[in-house]
């Protein structure tokens, strides 16, 4: 592939092929155009160059598109350290926040929504997780949006990486994860029809308001109907906020009649929900928020889902920091997939004989978790 200087590339272009950040990290498909704002987020992680088997032009040919994510796995490449890792998930998280946030633009503005081009996009977001997901995981726990950043955009790119670790957890085929993550991305795309003071504002909702907001599943289904999504993406958004006890909305189904997607949606956005942070609300750690989940109060989730969640996070989630049975801190970097109790943690200031972090398999029998860190007992180095 051919290297790239990424302070030559105008902003504003389209490349004709994928842009990667080495061999195997998709981090701009063909439909993407290259920005000022990935400019400056390459930079900033002194990312100076990028690669790509074609070139860039001012617009956008969609036949120049190469069908250049399969079920395959990705080549090997050789190996990154965790350093390197987080930076690159860190990139990919923003581009895809800013590909989310111009999605929803194109949606009010331009009146503009193809299937197609939310599918590219969901393709690499696939690729990625399925390759680097636990770097990722770390990335959600420590961004945070920028002030004037719609909470909808997170919200959206949020859910839609926890439903796709979920539904790989699952073993989807990979032709519904794409569906899965496309509708996780949209699920709340009906809100864009609703007044901006209802769902941007640093308050409690009134009742009406309340009422409100609660169209936002039918006029998100009756949008993507509208741009000929398939039906069941377009039924998953419509049905994320039913209850399997039946005291969800709009329709109050109940169990079985709740398509999957709709049930993988509404545990993730719930635990993105209950550990992100809001005008109104202080967040929740991960740990918390995830028990919140377990308790299942009043039976509103599925178990097995719920189950999928636990047990690809774990019940201290990827990315959470951590005090040690040993009075050591740590952050939660893999799980235990013989138990979610018990994660991988990396230990601050541990170092192996050949300078890398040193990582440790808490047990019940060994060294444990104790609680979580608050951020006002985080101390650096807290960003690995």
């Not at 996009?121 to 719609?150: D, G, H, T």
């Not at 909702?205 to 069941?232: C, G, M, N, V």
């Amino acid at each position: 592939m051919k290297k790239f200087p990424v302070n030559g590339i105008p902003p504003h272009t389209y490349f004709s092929q994928p842009v990667y950040l080495d061999n195997r990290f998709v981090l701009i498909a063909p439909e993407t155009p290259f920005t000022m704002d990935t400019r400056n987020v390459l930079l900033k992680w002194r990312f100076k160059e990028i690669l790509s088997d074609g070139e860039y032009r001012t617009d956008y040919h969609p036949e120049d598109e190469a069908a250049f994510v399969s079920e395959e796995e990705p080549a090997e490449t050789g190996a990154l350290t965790d350093r390197e890792k987080i930076k690159q998930a860190e990139v990919f998280y923003n581009t895809f926040v800013e590909y989310a946030e111009n999605l929803f633009t194109d949606v009010v503005i331009k009146g503009e929504l193809n299937y197609k081009e939310v599918v590219e996009k969901i393709k690499e977001v696939c690729v990625f997780i399925k390759a680097e997901y636990r770097f990722l995981l770390r990335i959600l726990r420590v961004v945070e949006p920028k002030p004037e950043q719609n909470y909808l955009t997170s919200h959206a790119v949020k859910s839609t990486i926890i439903s796709v670790v979920i539904g790989y957890y699952i073993k989807l085929p990979y032709h519904r994860l794409i569906e899965l993550g496309a509708a996780a991305l949209l699920h709340e795309i009906g809100m864009i029809k609703l007044p901006p003071q209802i769902y941007i504002n640093k308050r409690l909702l009134s009742p009406q308001e309340w009422k409100a907001i609660r169209t936002h599943p039918i006029l998100s289904y009756k949008l993507l109907k509208s741009f000929d999504f398939p039906l069941p993406v377009s039924i998953a958004v419509l049905e994320h906020h039913e209850r399997e006890n039946g005291e969800g909305y709009p329709q109050k189904l109940t169990g079985d009649k709740i398509s999957l997607y709709a049930k993988i949606i509404a545990v993730a956005c719930s635990y993105e929900a209950l550990t992100a942070g809001r005008p109104y609300k202080e967040a929740k750690d991960g740990y918390t928020g995830m028990l919140d989940l377990l308790k299942n109060e009043g039976k509103r989730y599925d178990e097995t889902i719920i189950r999928a969640l636990v047990f690809s996070l774990s019940i201290y989630p990827i990315g959470l920091y951590v005090l040690l049975s040993d009075n050591k801190k740590g952050q939660v970097v893999d799980v235990n997939p013989e138990n979610p109790r018990f994660p991988i943690v990396q230990i601050f200031g541990d170092l192996t004989p050949d300078g890398k972090n040193k990582t440790l398999e808490t047990s019940q029998a060994g060294v444990y978790i104790v609680r979580p860190l608050t951020r006002q007992e985080i101390e650096p180095p807290c960003t690995e």
